[in-house]
């Protein structure tokens, strides 16, 4: 079945730091993948997507570029700042498919 | 824009009561998803709808019922509450089969 591995969390940098959460995946097909946020106390964000093999999403400077090749999705921010410090969800949905498959989530705490 | 409208937002209940909680969307997504977000496990499909009146099973639907008598409205019942339920539930609605979904704020349920 589908499956995705993110990296174990915490990870704790300071601010202006670079940021890399990896994220694995095992498919059939072709997903679509995901990357969301969760502030405490508040639902899931949809951050970023890509839908297809060398696709790169990006929003609020955080990035991530489909690898079919090596079957992942890393997020990447250049510069993070404390107001970063979320829980980070990597997610996949299949084509046909209605459910999205998380990873555990990767807490991220930026400090000053 | 609403978005996607969960009640109520914190609820504790009684081991054998029913319950319903309440899932709205104004955005005239077809797909419909309650998930259960647990420490530990991640987050796990309940039941999904792909449309008015068209629901199924996910990943852990014993103990729920839904049903999806418009496009708007998603509601999810606990038939008879027990302590393995307590939970943050989310609602979610997507637009299509490669897109992301957009979350509600969730409803954290108790069980004693």
């Known amino acids: 079945g589908d499956s995705v591995t993110q990296m174990e969390g915490p990870v704790t940098l300071s601010e202006e730091a670079f940021l890399t959460i990896n994220c694995t995946y095992t498919a059939t097909g072709y997903p679509s993948l995901f990357w969301y946020v969760q502030y405490p106390g508040e639902g899931l964000q949809l951050l970023l997507k890509a839908t297809k093999a060398d696709d790169k999403g990006s929003n609020k400077g955080f990035e991530a570029t489909y690898r079919k090749e090596t079957t992942s999705f890393h997020l990447e921010k250049g510069s993070v700042q404390v107001s970063d410090s979320a829980v980070y969800f990597c997610?996949?949905?299949?084509?046909?498919?209605?459910?999205?498959?998380f990873g555990t989530g990767t807490q991220l705490k930026v400090e000053l | 824009n609403a978005g996607v409208t969960q009640t109520p937002k914190f609820q504790v209940l009684k081991t054998g009561q029913s319950m319903t909680l309440q899932c709205a969307q104004d955005m005239n997504h077809e797909y419909m998803s309650w998930y259960r977000q647990d420490p530990g496990m991640g987050l796990r499909l309940i039941h999904y709808s792909v449309g008015a009146g068209i629901t199924d099973q996910g990943e852990v639907p014993n103990g729920y019922n839904v049903s999806r008598s418009t496009t708007e409205d998603f509601p999810l019942r606990l038939l008879s509450a027990a302590p393995s339920q307590t939970s943050v539930y989310f609602c979610?609605?997507?637009?299509?089969?490669?897109?992301?979904?957009?979350f509600g704020s969730g409803t954290r349920l108790t069980v004693v």
């Open positions: 979610a609605s997507s637009p299509g089969l490669k897109d992301g979904y957009t």
């Open positions: 997610a996949l949905r299949t084509g046909g498919g209605n459910k999205l498959t």
